[in-house]
Nanobody
């Protein structure tokens, strides 16, 4: 059974940084693309970033491009989201997700396993 466990969320002032981690278990991590999504109160869950199986292809939402960086360590079965220059509008629960395949996807339907989420709150 696949398990995804996020960590690293918290409270930070605008302009600050956080690094989220997602530890995966249950199937061969290096075979699958990984993604990060977020959901703010009263809003739909939205795509943030994705990385393919090898780390060679990365995609970002326009709202986070140039501020966030996704990476993975296949030896540690872990995917990361480095978040810099945080803004209050980045406040949300952040979810790690594992794709159904090796190519990075931008839509929720391309992912079949999800973590429980970690709260990120950015104050002004």
């Amino acid at each position: 059974q696949v398990q995804l466990v996020e960590s690293g969320g918290g409270l930070v002032q605008a302009g600050g940084s956080l690094r989220l981690s997602c530890a995966a278990s249950g199937r061969t991590f290096s075979t699958y693309a990984m993604g990060w999504f977020r959901q703010a109160p009263a809003k739909e869950r939205e795509f943030v970033a994705a990385i393919n199986w090898s780390g060679g292809n990365r995609y970002y939402a326009e709202s986070v491009k140039d501020r966030f960086g996704i990476s993975r360590d296949n030896a540690k079965n872990t995917v990361y989201l480095q978040m810099n220059s945080l803004k209050p509008e980045d406040t949300a629960v952040y979810y790690c997700a594992q794709s159904k395949g090796s190519a990075a996807g931008l839509s929720r339907g391309e992912y079949d396993y999800w973590g429980q989420g970690t709260q990120v709150t950015v104050t002004s």
